[in-house]
């Protein structure tokens, strides 16, 4: 049985769909740069645990969407004086063609924000209806007063959240009338760039309100799985948490385990568009088999924070060569119950362990063993880590 770590709950439990489709989504890019190492590494660790489920028979629904309307894009479009829509093409055109050359098992669905407007104002309409929302001139606001699990899924202090919402790209955009600075936009009135008509005035929705709604419509409530990067957990996900909820009577939890990907850095600091601090998937696949890359950024645990290092990617691909030539050829079989297949499952059963899995095939593949153990383990390489 696999088990996974819970943000909210800060523990690792047994993963139990709530019905015979597991549900899954996950926080994907804001396209407005090519994919950087950090990106490819939380959405492999994504891909290895929808390929691991599926391989074992539970059939997945997995979504992912394209933020292609944000600040961020705005801001990068009027730097490089382009269309803020020919640039999220662009750039999520790039994503897409890095993300199929590392192997990725494309979600279900990838609904794009832009295409998603009237369930987001269906949803704010909701949750206005129900209390939890109140208007502005500047636009529609969450109460988080109306919702006393707000602050449950980060624990962080108030004082804590008001310097992380300072330094969000959005922040110059809030209503400073608004009753709590926590308190966060559903749909923002603006003028300048991109606006949409609402019942609320033409206007922008909130980053918190798009995923609810596009999770809402095109997974259900509530969901088995909901993943992102660590930095998502506040604002982004507590906020989702409290929207959610809210606007479903506020008795069922949301999420039933939130799985966070801990950050890649370079030179000690967060590897992030924002800083240009950036080292890209297509640079490194020019020196790098796909294979290698998948082994380089599944070898450190997906909730430990991983310091790019070029020698130990060289190291990958050596490894990844050695792997192919004890591995690569021949038929794939069935996950077998043998203790060699047995050990690299278990591995990943563990909270997705994929780098102890990796060093277990290593040294099983370096054994002498039978026929059909070769083959699951084989099976196991290429179809749940992608490493073969």
């Known amino acids: 049985m696999l088990w996974l770590y819970d943000t909210r709950r800060r523990g690792t439990f047994a993963f139990q769909p709530r ?41 997945v629904r997995y979504a992912q969407n394209v933020t292609d309307i944000d600040e961020s894009i705005l801001q990068r479009a009027a730097r490089d004086k382009v269309s ?17 050359r590392l192997g990725w098992r494309k979600p279900d669905a990838l609904p794009h924000a832009t295409r998603e407007i009237p369930a987001m104002i269906k949803l704010a309409d909701r949750l206005k209806l129900r209390g939890h929302a109140y208007e502005l001139p500047g636009g529609l606001y969450f109460d988080v007063s ?9 624990r962080l202090s108030p004082q804590k959240m008001r310097r992380i919402l300072g330094a969000q790209d959005d922040a110059r955009l809030d209503d400073p009338s608004r009753r709590s600075p926590l308190d966060f936009a559903l749909w923002r009135r603006v003028i300048e760039g991109p606006t949409w008509p609402s019942h609320f005035g033409r206007g922008r929705p909130g980053w ?12 259900g409530f509530p969901i088995d799985i909901h993943g992102g990067g660590s930095d998502l957990v ?9 929207q959610s909820e809210a606007a479903h009577g506020m008795r069922t939890r949301f999420v039933g385990h939130w799985v966070h990907v801990a950050p890649m850095r370079l030179g000690g600091a967060k590897m992030s568009k924002s800083d240009g601090n950036m080292v890209f998937v297509r640079d490194t696949l020019k020196n790098t088999s796909p294979q290698a890359l998948r082994l380089y950024l599944l070898d450190v645990h997906y909730r430990r924070a991983f310091d790019h290092d070029e020698e130990r990617l060289a190291r990958a691909s050596k490894r990844a060569e050695a792997l192919a030539k004890s591995l690569g050829r021949g038929r794939l079989g069935p996950v077998e119950n043998d203790a060699s297949t047995q050990d690299v499952l278990g591995a990943l059963d563990d909270d997705l362990h994929a780098e102890r899995a990796i060093r277990a095939l290593e040294r099983h593949a370096r054994r002498d063993l039978a026929p059909d153990t070769v083959a699951s383990l084989r099976t196991i390489a290429r179809k749940v880590l992608g490493i073969l």
């Open 19 to 59: 019905t015979r489709t597991a549900t899954m989504y996950v926080c994907g890019v804001t396209p407005y740069d090519t994919t950087h190492l950090g990106h490819a590494r939380t959405f492999l660790v994504f891909d290895v645990l929808t390929r691991l489920l599926e391989t074992r028979g539970q059939r």
């Open 84 to 100: 803020w829509r020919a640039l999220g093409r662009r750039e999520e055109r790039a994503f897409l063609e890095d993300m199929r």
């Open 146 to 154: 109306t919702f006393p699990r707000f602050g449950r899924l980060s």
């Open 208 to 219: 918190h309100l798009e995923c609810s709604a596009m999770s809402d419509r095109h997974l």
């Open 234 to 242: 506040y604002p982004h996900h507590e906020c989702e948490t409290a």
